[in-house]
Nanobody
Framework: QVQLVESGGGLVQPGGSLRLSCAAS????????MGWYRQAPGKERELVAV???????NYADSAKGRFTISRDNAKNTVYLQMNSLKPEDTAVYYC??????????????WGKGTLVIVSS
């Protein structure tokens, strides 16, 4: 089993910043990609940003220029620095980790989510 522990969500005013963290542990042999998704009320879950083990990144258009994803491979941890937050960024943010378990099978794990509310 893989456990993902997310932290860093909360209430922030428009224009403010938050930093999300997600630490993965458990039966992990290798991690290929770590990412953040979000789901706003009444909407489908969508990709925010993803980073590969080699450091390549991909961002949703809505995140480009404002959010930065990074990872600490030694700690199996991924971060999402969110700046210039807007009310439309309000959502539950989910961490996702893809790779392989120690017993060989493919791994596609999700965190429980952390709520981000951008409001004045």
């Amino acid at each position: 089993q893989v456990q993902l522990v997310e932290s860093g969500g909360g209430l922030v005013q428009p224009g403010g910043s938050l930093r999300l963290s997600c630490a993965a542990s458990g039966s992990i042999f290798s991690i290929n990609a770590m990412g953040w998704y979000r789901q706003a009320p009444g909407k489908e879950r969508e990709l925010v940003a993803v980073i590969t083990s080699g450091g390549s990144t991909n961002y949703a258009d809505s995140a480009k220029g404002r959010f930065t994803i990074s990872r600490d491979n030694a700690k199996n941890t991924v971060y999402l620095q969110m700046n210039s937050l807007k009310p439309e960024d309000t959502a539950v943010y989910y961490c996702n980790v893809k790779g392989r378990h120690t017993f060989g099978s493919a791994m596609d794990a999700w965190g429980k989510g952390t709520l981000v509310i951008v409001s004045s």
